[in-house]
């Protein structure tokens, strides 16, 4: 066979599989969606190895837990990276009381990048890490901190690596990094005593109430929560279609153009109080949370969650991939204003 009929049927194979994938996706409900072989990725390639690296450096900082020397080491690596990266960097300190009595030290950590352009979208993440695995099943293991590989790591993780990319070729929007601090020293399950409050998403709802800049708007939001998980499904939440149900169309739509369809499904998940809940609620930005969620736990999310299992173990890098390259096809498709 010469090289021009190779390539003759190299294209019907292409075409007849697009076809393939057309119809298959319509009887799903997933409109418009061609097939991804012949989708022409317009953002740079997300670095899967590089994402892996940054969700292991902070795992080896040791738990992130807010007040400790692991949490202090951890934050100031990720200013380094930051600047390092291209970022002009903003740090928002303060001292909260918790549930407990105690003072804990807050320490969001922002990015800016192309800080001159007016449209603007927000990505985030929470970098602390639980204090107490209360998901396990032995109490006496329920009081040690987490690693918390997944939940928390994972997203900073692959913001990193977006952040790592921005440097090298900009995006037509302007993009502003949040980690946000003291996201999950919600009150444990072991608790003997509930007090009335909002302990969960603490850094999210000082920044939502305080933000770097007065009056911050964002044309919209994205958090990732648990993207790391080998098998990860991120189904549609439900504060993000309440809030930002186009935007749940976006980031979903572009997933399932790429192949990224069996991470993204195109399914309602339950309401989960998150760092994007503050941000929605105070009209900083319009979020969506792209989050693992799981209809066969008995929690709702992965059987890691909240336990001592939540280690490097449990990452898969094709999971960080299907979340980044995601984000990173949508920021980069997103036009000036
Ligand atoms: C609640 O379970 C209330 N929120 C889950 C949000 C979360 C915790 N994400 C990571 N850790
Ligand atoms: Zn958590």
């Given at each position: 066979m010469n090289r021009v009929r190779l390539f003759s049927l190299y294209i019907m194979l292409l075409v007849t599989g697009a076809l393939l994938t057309v119809s298959c996706n319509s009887c799903q409900s997933s409109k418009?969606?061609?097939?991804?072989?012949?989708?022409?990725?317009?953002?740079?390639?997300?670095?899967?190895?590089?994402?892996?690296?940054?969700?292991?450096?902070?795992?080896?900082?040791g738990p992130r837990v807010p007040g400790t020397a692991e949490h202090a080491a951890c934050g100031d690596w990720l200013v380094v990276?930051?600047?390092?990266?291209?970022?002009?960097?903003?740090?928002?300190?303060?001292?909260?009381?918790?549930?407990?009595?105690?003072?804990?030290?807050?320490?969001?950590?922002?990015?800016?990048?192309?800080?001159?352009?007016?449209?603007?979208?927000?990505?985030?993440?929470?970098?602390?890490?639980?204090?107490?695995?209360?998901?396990?099943?032995?109490?006496?293991?329920?009081?040690?901190?987490?690693?918390?590989?997944?939940?928390g790591a994972s997203g900073v993780g692959v913001l990193l690596e977006i952040a790592r990319q921005l440097q090298h070729q900009p995006t037509a929007v302007g993009v502003d990094i949040i980690f946000f601090d003291l996201e999950d020293w919600g009150q444990p399950s072991f608790s003997d005593k509930w007090v009335q409050g909002d302990?969960?998403?603490?850094?999210?709802?000082?920044?939502?109430?305080?933000?770097?800049?007065?009056?911050?708007?964002?044309?919209?939001?994205?958090?990732?929560?648990?993207?790391?998980a080998g098998g990860a499904t991120f189904m549609q939440e439900g504060y993000s279609v309440q809030y930002a149900s186009n935007i749940v169309e976006k980031v979903w739509s572009t997933a399932a153009k790429m192949g990224y369809g069996n991470y993204f499904l195109p399914k309602h998940g339950g309401y989960i109080t998150d760092d994007h809940l503050p941000v929605n609620q105070h009209n900083r930005a319009p979020s969506v949370n792209i989050i693992n969620l799981k209809t066969d736990t008995r929690t709702g999310f992965g059987p890691h969650w909240h336990t001592l299992r939540d280690d490097m173990r449990n990452i898969d890098r094709n999971s960080l991939k299907a979340s980044g390259q995601t984000v990173m096809e949508v920021i980069y498709t997103e036009s000036p204003g």
């Amino acid at each position: 066979m010469n090289r021009v009929r190779l390539f003759s049927l190299y294209i019907m194979l292409l075409v007849t599989g697009a076809l393939l994938t057309v119809s298959c996706n319509s009887c799903q409900s997933s409109k418009n969606v061609i097939a991804p072989e012949l989708y022409i990725q317009r953002s740079p390639r997300f670095n899967t190895d590089s994402a892996y690296t940054f969700v292991a450096a902070q795992v080896a900082f040791g738990p992130r837990v807010p007040g400790t020397a692991e949490h202090a080491a951890c934050g100031d690596w990720l200013v380094v990276k930051l600047n390092e990266f291209g970022a002009e960097v903003i740090e928002q300190k303060a001292e909260v009381t918790h549930y407990d009595g105690r003072n804990l030290p807050l320490r969001n950590i922002i990015a800016r990048y192309f800080p001159e352009k007016e449209k603007r979208v927000l990505l985030f993440a929470h970098w602390d890490s639980r204090p107490y695995a209360d998901e396990e099943a032995e109490p006496t293991r329920q009081h040690q901190p987490i690693a918390g590989a997944d939940d928390g790591a994972s997203g900073v993780g692959v913001l990193l690596e977006i952040a790592r990319q921005l440097q090298h070729q900009p995006t037509a929007v302007g993009v502003d990094i949040i980690f946000f601090d003291l996201e999950d020293w919600g009150q444990p399950s072991f608790s003997d005593k509930w007090v009335q409050g909002d302990w969960w998403c603490v850094g999210s709802r000082y920044w939502s109430e305080q933000p770097h800049v007065e009056n911050y708007t964002a044309s919209y939001g994205i958090l990732l929560d648990m993207v790391g998980a080998g098998g990860a499904t991120f189904m549609q939440e439900g504060y993000s279609v309440q809030y930002a149900s186009n935007i749940v169309e976006k980031v979903w739509s572009t997933a399932a153009k790429m192949g990224y369809g069996n991470y993204f499904l195109p399914k309602h998940g339950g309401y989960i109080t998150d760092d994007h809940l503050p941000v929605n609620q105070h009209n900083r930005a319009p979020s969506v949370n792209i989050i693992n969620l799981k209809t066969d736990t008995r929690t709702g999310f992965g059987p890691h969650w909240h336990t001592l299992r939540d280690d490097m173990r449990n990452i898969d890098r094709n999971s960080l991939k299907a979340s980044g390259q995601t984000v990173m096809e949508v920021i980069y498709t997103e036009s000036p204003g």
